[in-house]
């Protein structure tokens, strides 16, 4: 449920009107809702209940300090993957206690500042990391609390593009090898193992995938204790799937059937939990709002141009994703549906939101939203085709604000510089 909805035949993000955003801060730009946030944070941690578990939302998902700081005064840790994160969710007031760090890359420097601010843990990703960690907490004179990322080889039923926990992917360490590197990690100077961690893929739309790596992670917690290894936390991660709009084929599972998997397979375990959930507590919170500059009847299709691009959510265009797309005026009842292609203005013909979607007649300067955008989509937005990056606005009730300032061309070009020879 969001709170996105029509209110005299306009659409409204709480209390506020659309169309009133979009006269003071112009288009295309991001909208979050605080009620959408804290509904979908509470949902989720109130399924959890009885079970000792802290959530680190996944601020990859939507990294805006305004969505941040709205879920740590609820309660919320973060999960961050580089030191761009760790420094929004400290400023954004999450207790660097509450922070756990995940990636396959960290930096020297990100490690470094990870130990220097007391996060609850690294993740660590891979040996060679964990060797590095050993090394500069012991330069550092710390001691490094981490979780070893297992990858337990389950076939996430998503997208390959974000399917994170087979064992052709990147992430996490072979569940066949944990024992022995858990070993030498619980022996390593300035390290101290203190659980695992996994995260098998997002957008999963099957529990069973979950049930399977949460068995097989319950099993090296059992094998790692058999050895009187202390495994005292086990982080296991994100991915819960969202509904994403009307021709979602399959339902997603609710937060309290997510939470009964977990009970099923971990309850007993007697160790610490820590959920990484990004898009099941923000995707449904945002929208994109654009407006359609021309409505082109091509030869055989009519094409709806708008003023938001690619480059602005580049879903569609990555993974085909699905993104509901509505007038933001509200369509009269039985009217007249036509097909239409809602695209872009950048150059390239992936630069499309959606094919044949049936739509009630719009015309040049209507606003369209598109919704389930508050997850991965103003954090993955680039300057591409020199556009300004969108302004982020956050609605409370009937108050508004921006968030997130546009960034405008003028800003993006005056980072140029013109080597000596060209001058
Ligand atoms: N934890 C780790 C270690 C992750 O890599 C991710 C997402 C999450 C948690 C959060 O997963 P979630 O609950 O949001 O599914 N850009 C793609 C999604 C990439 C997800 C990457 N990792 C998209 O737009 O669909």
């Not at 112009?26 to 605080?34: H, I, L």
């Not at 007993?268 to 082109?296: F, H, Q, T």
């Amino acid at each position: 449920m969001d709170h996105f909805t029509y209110k005299n035949g306009r659409m409204f993000a709480e209390d506020v009107a659309l169309a009133d955003i979009a006269k003071q801060v112009g288009t295309p730009f991001y909208v979050y809702s605080s009620a959408t946030l804290t509904r979908h944070y509470k949902v989720f941690a109130d399924a959890l209940a009885g079970l000792d578990a802290l959530v680190c939302f996944a601020v990859k998902a939507n990294s805006n300090q305004a969505v941040i700081r709205t879920l740590a005064k609820l309660g919320a840790g973060a999960d961050v993957v580089s030191g761009g994160e760790l420094t929004r969710a400290l400023q954004a007031g999450v207790k660097p206690g509450n922070i756990v760090f995940s990636g396959v890359g960290k930096s020297d420097g990100e490690i470094r500042m990870a130990l220097r601010a007391g996060i609850k843990q690294i993740n660590v990703e891979s040996e060679p990391e964990l060797d590095r960690i050993s090394t500069i907490a012991t330069e550092m004179g710390t001691v490094a609390p981490v979780a070893l990322r297992v990858n337990p080889d389950v076939d996430a039923h998503t997208h390959e593009k974000i399917s994170t926990g087979k064992l052709e992917n990147k992430f996490g360490i072979e569940w066949t090898r944990v024992h022995e590197v858990y070993t030498k990690a619980a022996k390593l100077p300035g390290i101290e193992a203190r659980g695992l961690a996994m995260h098998i893929g997002s957008q999963l739309l099957d529990l069973q995938p979950f049930r399977d790596a949460y068995v097989r992670a319950g099993d090296l917690v059992a094998m790692l204790r058999a050895d009187g290894l202390s495994v005292e936390v086990l982080d296991i991660g994100g991915g819960l799937g969202i509904p994403y709009g009307e021709t979602d084929e399959t339902i997603a599972p609710s937060p309290d059937q997510y939470a009964q998997v977990v009970r099923d397979t971990l309850s007993g375990l007697d160790v610490e939990l820590v959920l990484e959930p990004g898009r099941m507590i923000v995707g449904n919170a945002g929208i994109l709002v654009s407006r359609v500059v021309y409505v082109k009847e091509g030869a055989t299709r009519t094409f709806l141009i708008v003023d938001a691009g690619m480059n602005d959510l580049i879903r569609p265009t990555l993974y085909g994703a699905y993104h509901a797309i509505v007038p933001e005026r509200e369509p009269v009842k039985g009217a007249t549906l036509i097909d239409v292609d809602i695209v872009g203005p950048i150059c390239e013909t992936g630069d499309t939101f959606a094919k044949g979607r049936r739509l009630p007649h719009v015309n040049a300067g209507d606003l369209l939203v598109m919704r389930t955008a508050g997850a991965y989509g103003a954090v993955q937005s680039s300057t591409y085709n020199t556009r300004a990056l969108v302004p982020e606005v956050m609605v409370n009730d009937s108050q508004f604000a921006i968030v997130r300032e546009r960034l405008e061309v003028e800003d993006i070009i005056a980072l140029d510089r013109l080597p000596d020879w060209l001058e």
